[in-house]
């Protein structure tokens, strides 16, 4: 259960506060839906907070039997224009059932891709990569009293090279893989890692540019897998897949900021895809 405790409540708009100060909105696509999507935040207290990459029916159910009343996830829940809430969608039902039991719903998304220490830092830090930095820096900006670069992907080094196959052993079990899609690319050895969660495809010539012997993401596509045998092997290992340890990164940002409130990790199984 998500349980506060008796002393030291915060209130919700801190717990939001201090994820803006690590990923500012500003700094999310023009595409996107970030921020607090559902709930009066400004004087509802914590509960409890539980930890999500997408928003579906039977997270916002977990939510409330665990006694949380707000909900954080890095997919928004209302990522397209909702037009009616007649429990018609999946995500219409989700929005009804979370306004129903008073749970504030925040989305932290391209903002916390692209942050400084953000989603594409975490899965450099799970495969042990040194000397990270951005694969496309973008514009700077300030978090508390310093400034930051934000920027897309990352590439970075590891310790040792490694073979082929025995880097893509150690990227099936870092990120829990029954299987990879490859190209049929044929590097001698893996030492300059390049990599971005979701779906980053559209940073491979960047990748490239810059050396890397192999690029991982989420996503690349059928007629993207083209093209780059000579160049760059390519690994995909499913969106999903790619950011699950963005669940870590959040709860890291809101236990510093709220360590008095409850923080749980949702075990409902959101992601759509199964492999059999």
Aim: aromatic residues 8%; negative net charge.
């Amino acid at each position: 259960m998500c349980k506060p405790h008796i002393s030291d409540i915060m209130k919700i708009k801190d717990i939001l506060g201090a994820l803006e100060e690590f990923a500012p909105l500003a700094l999310q696509d023009g595409y996107d839906n970030a921020g607090l999507q559902i709930g009066l935040a400004e004087d509802a207290e914590a509960t409890g907070v539980l930890l999500s990459l997408d928003v579906t029916e039977d997270v916002v159910n977990e939510a409330v039997l665990r006694g949380c009343n707000l909900i954080i996830s890095h997919h928004p829940l209302m990522f397209h224009p909702v037009k009616s809430f007649a429990g018609k969608t999946h995500v219409e039902r989700a929005i009804l059932k979370a306004i129903k039991n008073d749970i504030a719903v925040y989305a932290a998304h391209t903002n916390l891709d692209v942050a400084y220490g953000g989603v594409n830092f975490k899965m450099a830090e799970k495969l042990g990569l040194q000397k990270v930095e951005f694969l496309s820096g973008r514009e700077n900006y300030t978090s508390g009293d310093k400034t930051f670069t934000a920027g897309e992907g990352i590439i970075a080094t590891l310790p040792e090279a490694l073979s082929k196959k025995e880097f893509m052993e150690q990227v099936k079990e870092v990120f829990r893989l029954k299987s990879l899609r490859v190209n049929n690319a044929s590097p001698k050895s893996i030492k300059r890692v390049a990599l971005c969660g979701g779906n980053g495809a559209f940073l491979i010539p960047q990748a490239i540019e810059k050396g890397a012997d192999v690029f991982i993401t989420g996503e690349i596509g059928y007629h993207r897998f083209f093209g780059y045998e000579k160049d760059i092997l390519l690994l995909e290992i499913g969106h999903y897949e790619s950011e699950q340890y963005t669940i870590e990164l959040l709860r890291d940002i809101v236990t510093k900021a709220a360590p008095s409130v409850h923080v749980c990790k949702a075990e409902t199984n959101i992601n759509p895809i199964i492999y059999l």
